[in-house]
């Protein structure tokens, strides 16, 4: 049964930092792309960053230069390591592996 469990959303102020993990497990992860979307309240999820099996790394023009996506294929872990956050990067942040996607985890950018 694949399962994926994310953590380390919360609060930040602004200018901060964050780091999301998101470990798989009952999947070959190495084989799949991987990466994270986020949805905020009244808005439609979109794609924050994105890592083929090849190990290319795509970013949303919103997230590039201050977020970066990492995977470690041994570990089966996405990792988005998040800086310089703005509220408007508040949302919930869901991982995905292949086709399989995490619950999500809240992250809240707040002074």
């Known amino acids: 049964q694949v399962q994926l469990v994310e953590s380390g959303g919360g609060l930040a102020q602004p200018g901060g930092s964050l780091r999301l993990s998101c470990t798989s497990s009952?999947?070959?992860?190495?084989?799949?792309?991987v990466g994270w979307y986020r949805q905020a309240p009244g808005k439609q999820r979109e794609v924050v960053a994105a890592s083929s099996s090849g190990g290319t790394t795509n970013y949303a023009d919103s997230v590039k230069g201050r977020f970066t996506l990492s995977r470690d294929n041994a570990k089966k872990t996405v990792i988005l390591q998040m800086n310089s956050v703005k509220p408007e990067d508040t949302a919930v942040y869901y991982c995905?592996?292949?086709?399989?996607w995490g619950r999500g985890t809240q992250v809240i950018v707040s002074s």
């Open positions: 009952g999947i070959i992860f190495r084989i799949y792309n």
């Open positions: 995905y592996v292949g086709t399989a």
